[in-house]
């Protein structure tokens, strides 16, 4: 049986960016950096993922210099990396060819930010047929992931759009851990 791929999404410098606002789990890349440090030792695989926005002036940008991975997750030599647009990591790029080509078929989650593109690749690796666990502590949501005020409704916490995102991926799309509790 193949260990469980570690994929880590946009644990990148852009998110340091004050447009976001308010974030809740201040620990995340952390918790990220001592689950890639476990799947390093363990030879288990790891792919990291990196958002290039093609919006002009995003934090994620190229121009802005948002790019760059948090120095808790950079990757290493022949560490794969996969740069995609989008909120999903499979959208036109090769990480789900990727998977099946290493036989992974259990996947562990983590990265930025929970609502978005965390949230839209645990959709589809499910839908694809991968048994993911998301490990909610190596995860984060900022107050800028959700647009409060729209049709009557209370703007919401960074913790609360968090919870809100990983209540509705748990049971379903993902089984959602702690990251001390996950192993390759």
Not at 113 to 139: E, I, W
């Amino acid at each position: 049986m193949t260990a469980p791929a570690l994929i880590l999404i946009d644990i990148q410098t852009g998110f340091d960016s004050p447009v976001w606002g308010d974030r809740n789990n201040p620990d995340a890349e952390e918790k990220a950096g001592d689950l890639l440090a476990r799947w390093r030792r363990a030879g288990a695989p790891v792919v990291h993922i990196r958002h290039v926005s093609i919006e002009p002036g995003s934090p994620l940008g190229p121009a802005t210099g948002g790019t760059a991975f948090k120095p808790q997750v950079a990757p290493e030599a022949g560490e794969v990396i996969f740069d995609k647009s989008v909120n999903s990591a499979f959208i036109g790029t090769g990480l789900e060819a990727h998977l099946r080509d290493i036989g992974a078929t259990d996947l562990l989650i983590c990265g930025l930010t929970t609502p978005h593109c965390v949230s839209t690749t645990c959709r589809m690796a499910a839908n694809l047929g991968f048994r993911v666990r998301l490990t909610h502590d190596a995860c984060a949501a900022f107050t800028g992931n959700a647009n409060g005020g729209w049709a009557n409704l209370p703007a919401m916490t960074a913790t609360e759009i968090h919870a809100s995102a990983v209540s509705h991926l748990h049971g379903e799309f993902v089984t959602a851990v702690r990251a001390e509790d996950a192993q390759p």
